[in-house]
C-alpha cells in the first residue's frame, strides 16, 4: 500500500487544549547508530522530520536522552516551534557512550534538563513534557512534583508520564494532571494493559512504544500476511492500523529515519479494518 501523495488520515484525540492526529512520529531514530550521537547525515534527517509534517503528522515524540540532545536539537533545526505541531519530549533518563539507559529523577536534574530541551527545541514552552522512566533513588512523588512546578511556572504545558504502572499514574494524578502515559505496548505485547485501561476510563493518551517491534510482529505473521493480503498491507501497518481501533486513546509513534518507511507508516491510517479483522488480531495474543 502505497501513494506518491501520503496523508495522515487517523482520527484525532485532545492534548490539553491542542488537537493532534492519533498516528504520531517517534523521533528516536533520527540520531546515531544505538541512539548515540549524531546520524551520518544530519540534513537526510531533518528531512525526514519536516516530511513527517507535510504528511500531516502534527505529534512528534522525543527525548532529551536520544543521542543525547541528538534528536531535540535536529527536530528544532528542522521544524523550529510550529503552532500546529505538538512536540513531546522526555526527561529522567542518563545517556552514555556505553549505551546504558539509567533512570535518574531527581528533581534537581529535570529542573535543569527542562532548560537544556527548551534551547534544543527553540521553543519558550515545551508542548508535552514527559517523566521518563521511575527512578528508585528518587521518591516518585518528588519527580512528579518537579514536572508539577514546571508546568504551573509555563515552562511545559502538559505532563506525561513513561513506563509506570496503574498504581503510579494515580498517585502521580493526585499532583498533576496527567495528559498522556507512553508504555511499551503492541501487537504481542500487552503487559501495558491495565495501564491502558486506566487511560481510556479517564481520557488519558496512551502512546505505546515499540508499537511494531519487529520480533512482536514475527509472532502472528501468518495472521497478519493473511489480512494484509486483502489490503495490499504490510505487516507493520497492519500492526499500526490495529492499534488505531483498539483504542480511541491510543496514539501510536512509529519512528524511522527513512522516508519511505515514514509514508509507509502514515498510509497505515488509511486502513479500514473490519470489527472481525480487529477482534482476530486482538485475539492473537491474550
Known sequence: ??????????????????????????????????????????????????????????????????????????????????????????????????????????????????????????????????????????????SVAAFAELKDEGFVDQVGLSNVSPELIDQAREQVEVATVQNRYNLNDRGAADSLEVCAENDIGFIPWAPINGDDLAEHGDLLDEIAETYDATRRQLALAWLLERSPVILPIPGTSDPDHLESNVAASQLSLSDDEVQRLTDAAE
Open 1 to 142: 500500500m502505497s501513494s506518491n501523495s501520503i496523508t495522515n488520515e487517523s482520527d484525532t484525540f485532545e492534548i490539553g487544549e491542542t488537537t493532534v492526529h492519533r498516528l504520531g512520529f517517534g523521533a528516536m531514530r533520527i540520531t546515531g547508530e544505538d541512539i548515540i550521537g549524531a546520524p551520518d547525515d544530519e540534513a537526510a534527517a531533518r528531512e525526514v522530520v519536516e516530511h513527517a509534517v507535510d504528511c500531516g503528522v502534527d505529534l512528534i515524540d522525543t527525548a532529551d536522552s536520544y543521542g543525547p540532545a541528538t534528536s531535540e536539537r535536529l527536530i528544532g533545526e528542522a521544524i523550529g516551534d510550529p503552532d500546529d505541531v505538538l512536540v513531546a519530549t522526555k526527561a529522567g533518563l542518563l545517556r552514555n557512550r556505553e549505551g546504558d539507559w539509567l533512570a535518574h529523577g531527581d528533581p534537581d536534574y529535570i529542573r535543569n534538563q527542562v532548560l537544556t530541551s527548551l534551547d534544543r527545541l527553540r521553543t519558550d514552552t515545551i508542548d508535552l513534557y514527559q517523566f521518563h522512566r521511575p527512578d528508585d533513588d528518587t521518591p516518585f512523588e518528588d
